[in-house]
């Protein structure tokens, strides 16, 4: 029998909601972003993004069940982000899911945040373990292993900020606006690795640290502008992410090696990112790895991953009662 999982998602500054059957095939998916409104602040406003999270889940909500052409009769269960994430815009999320799941009587499925960004590759093909799971967002830059659905060992991490933070923060000191990953990733292709930009953190361990690198790119650009002289943002944008990419697939491919591991999935918003995604598919087709990297759309955040991570939890029998809470600083 098909099971369908109705998954809300609404950690950060996107209110989504999605129907995926079996944990792998998206039947509906609507993703409404806030990021025009908070690109006006220079970065997410919190409050703002809550309130804009009361206002739109219903709507969002009933346009998933209508491109569905389902009912929530039709649906098995309900899964949601209950963290990590911004706790006003958590717990719109999780009160309409428990919400849903109190009218209709449907099982209230729990999901981690990461864990959700890990399924977005779900939907790409099933997954095969063991796998390593290198992700790479906004707050966060993990390697993780797999030895099965839902088994995460955490076998390295950043010590400080995380690849999209500091993509972030890179833009705002070459004046490119929020929010900048994107833009820095595109600027790259127009600009040359000039700059002599410190390699972050190449230790035996599998860590990160990435504010070495971005200290050196605020310092070089206060530096030349002291000198009056003109920085080249593309040159930037191209040194900073080669340096970038090359620790990733560094330490990633050396997990694979030490752990005897032949699948790797990305995960995270900055998978988008075209200088990671050509890297790490060329490497990995040498070293005889299977890739697996979600569709763009999926990179960032989502209910459809959100649906499928709660499929593999629903199947084990993992629910939660009405009471559920949102937990900001939730642990994978
Ligand atoms: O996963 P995500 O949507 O939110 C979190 O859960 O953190 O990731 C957002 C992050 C932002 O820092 C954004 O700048 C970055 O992903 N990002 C990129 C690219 N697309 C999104 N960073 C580098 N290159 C990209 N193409
Ligand atoms: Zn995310």
Redesign the pocket.
């Given at each position: 029998m098909d099971t369908y999982i109705l998954g809300i998602e609404s950690?950060?500054d996107e209110t989504s909601v999605s129907i995926i059957k079996n944990g792998c095939e998206e039947i509906a998916t609507v993703v409404l972003s806030q990021m025009d409104t908070h690109s006006n602040f220079g970065g997410v406003v919190p409050e703002i993004a809550s309130r804009m999270h009361v206002e739109n889940i219903t709507m969002v909500i009933e346009e998933c069940l209508r491109k569905a052409n389902m009912k929530m009769e039709d649906i098995d269960a309900i899964a949601v982000t209950y963290g990590p994430g911004l706790i006003g815009c958590l717990l719109i999320g999780v009160t309409a899911a428990a919400t849903l799941s109190y009218i209709y009587n449907k099982p209230l499925v729990p999901v981690h945040?990461i864990a959700g960004?890990i399924y977005a590759n779900n939907l790409v093909s099933k997954m095969e373990f063991p796998l390593i799971a290198l992700v790479v967002?906004?707050?966060?830059t993990d390697l993780i292993y797999m030895e099965d659905n839902y088994k995460f060992k955490k076998i390295g991490g950043t010590l400080d900020d995380?690849v999209?933070?500091c993509?972030?923060k890179v833009a705002r000191v070459i004046g490119v606006p929020y929010?900048?990953?994107?833009l820095?990733?595109k600027l790259s292709y127009d600009g040359k690795d000039t700059y002599n930009l410190p390699l972050p953190l190449d230790d035996d361990t599998y860590n990160f640290s990435f504010s070495g690198i971005k200290s050196a790119v605020i310092n070089l650009v206060h530096n030349e502008s002291q000198r009056g002289n003109e920085i080249r943002k593309e040159d930037i944008a191209c040194s900073f992410q080669n340096r970038v990419v090359e620790i990733l697939t560094k330490k990633t491919m050396r997990a694979l090696k030490e752990y005897n591991v032949k699948n790797l999935i990305i995960a995270?918003?900055?998978s988008?990112?075209?200088g990671i995604r050509n890297r790490f598919s060329e490497i990995c087709k040498k070293e005889g790895i299977n890739l697996t990297i979600p569709n763009i759309k999926y990179?960032?955040?989502n209910a459809a991953m959100i649906a499928s991570a709660g499929y593999y939890r629903f199947i084990e029998g993992k629910k939660s009662g009405l009471d559920l809470n949102a937990m900001p600083g939730l642990k994978l």
């Open positions: 950690s950060c945040h960004h967002s906004g707050g966060h995380a999209g933070e993509y972030d929010p900048g990953g994107p820095v990733d995270g918003g900055v988008a990112n075209s990179c960032t955040d």
